[in-house]
């Protein structure tokens, strides 16, 4: 019997001649063939990980930060009112509103 080996390179021909049951040998050869093929595919689609450091506790996400000062939108709402209200002359809201701004 005569088994072709298909490869990059080419078709190689080994010929069975003093196996006894050259089928069964050609049924062997393809079944490892096969888990050879499939054990290629499951090394290239699996990450493999590596840390030499101790397993820590899982990471829970941070807290959002909690600031004391008043919102940015808020700042110039009441920045607004002192100005209509005559506290603030136009200048100083102008100056203040910047700062405001370049904080964001």
Same mark, same amino acid.
């Given at each position: 019997?005569?088994?072709?080996?298909?490869?990059?390179?080419?078709?190689? !021909?080994?010929?069975?001649?003093?196996?006894? %049951?050259?089928?069964?040998?050609?049924?062997?050869?393809?079944?490892?063939?096969?888990?050879?093929?499939?054990?290629?595919?499951?090394?290239?689609?699996?990450?493999?990980?590596?840390? %030499?450091?101790?397993?820590?506790?899982?990471?829970?996400?941070?807290?959002?930060?909690?600031?004391?000062?008043?919102?940015?939108?808020?700042? /110039?709402?009441?920045?607004? !009112? /002192?100005?209509?209200?005559?506290? /603030?002359?136009?200048?100083?809201?102008? !100056?203040?509103?910047?700062?405001? /701004?370049?904080?964001?």
């Amino acid at each position: 019997m005569i088994v072709h080996i298909h490869r990059m390179s080419g078709v190689e !021909q080994v010929i069975l001649s003093d196996v006894p %049951n050259p089928r069964e040998a050609v049924n062997v050869i393809n079944q490892v063939a096969h888990q050879a093929r499939m054990n290629a595919q499951t090394v290239a689609n699996t990450r493999h990980i590596s840390s %030499n450091a101790a397993p820590s506790a899982p990471v829970e996400p941070a807290a959002p930060a909690v600031s004391n000062e008043p919102d940015a939108m808020e700042q /110039l709402a009441k920045l607004g !009112q /002192l100005r209509d209200a005559g506290v /603030l002359t136009e200048e100083e809201f102008a !100056q203040k509103k910047a700062e405001i /701004l370049a904080r964001m």
